[in-house]
Antibody
């Protein structure tokens, strides 16, 4: 059973960089069958896709966030990571990591709330 | 940019059929997926590639996609199906989510 777990600071100051890591267990992140994605959900609002990465390092980002987002992968640790720079209160959200297969996101982490506040 | 539009809310009586729509330009030419999200929980994939159900998803969940509209149908709706539902599609290698539909079972 594949499991994904997000980790990182729950509080980030405005203008700083948000950094999260997703650890994958029960399967290899190096499998060529999957992409690995980040999604966020502001409190009380809908889902927003942030971007995804292939194990080779190829990335695709939401155009609206592209200038501030970096997603990277560490196959040796079976992890992938998110960095979002110059954060504001509008970046306060629950951040999820998920596995992408067959066009859908089939396994999701439990999510982690990141609050942007001084 | 590509957009997916869902009705904010749908109501259904227990045991009846619920239909949730998702509209987008030529959506039928793309694959649609659907997610169920209960309060305080992570989304769960219930339909992918328009009509396929992941393992463990009840048969009462089905999907279709044609023209500009994808539809999630829940037959014999149960109280446990009350949740937010999101459609999702791909456009130029990017992931698009609909705004979500609150399904109320009353």
């Amino acid at each position: 059973q594949v499991q994904l777990q997000e980790s990182g600071p729950g509080l980030v100051k405005p203008s700083q960089t948000l950094s999260l890591t997703c650890t994958v267990s029960g399967g290899s992140i190096s499998s060529g069958d999957y992409y690995w994605s980040w999604i966020r959900q502001p409190p009380g609002k809908g889902l927003e896709w942030i971007g995804y990465i292939y194990y080779s390092g190829s990335t695709y980002y939401n155009p609206s966030l592209k200038s501030r987002v970096t997603i990277s992968v560490d196959t040796s640790k079976n992890q992938f990571s998110l960095k979002l720079s110059s954060v504001t209160a509008a970046d306060t959200a629950v951040y999820y990591c998920a596995r992408v297969v067959g066009g859908g996101l089939d396994y999701w982490g439990q999510g982690t709330l990141v609050t942007v506040s001084s | 940019s590509y957009e997916l539009t869902q009705p904010p809310s749908v109501s259904v009586s227990p045991g009846q059929t619920a239909s949730i729509t998702c509209s987008g330009d030529k959506l039928g030419d793309k694959y649609a997926s659907w997610y169920q999200q209960r309060p305080g929980q992570s989304p769960v994939l219930v339909i992918y590639q328009d009509t396929k159900r992941p393992s463990g998803i009840p048969e009462r969940f089905s999907g279709s996609n044609s023209g500009n509209t994808a539809t999630l149908t829940i037959s014999g709706t149960q109280a446990v199906d009350e949740a937010e539902y999101y459609c999702q599609a791909w456009d130029s290698s990017t992931v698009i989510f609909g705004g979500g539909t609150k399904l109320t079972v009353l």
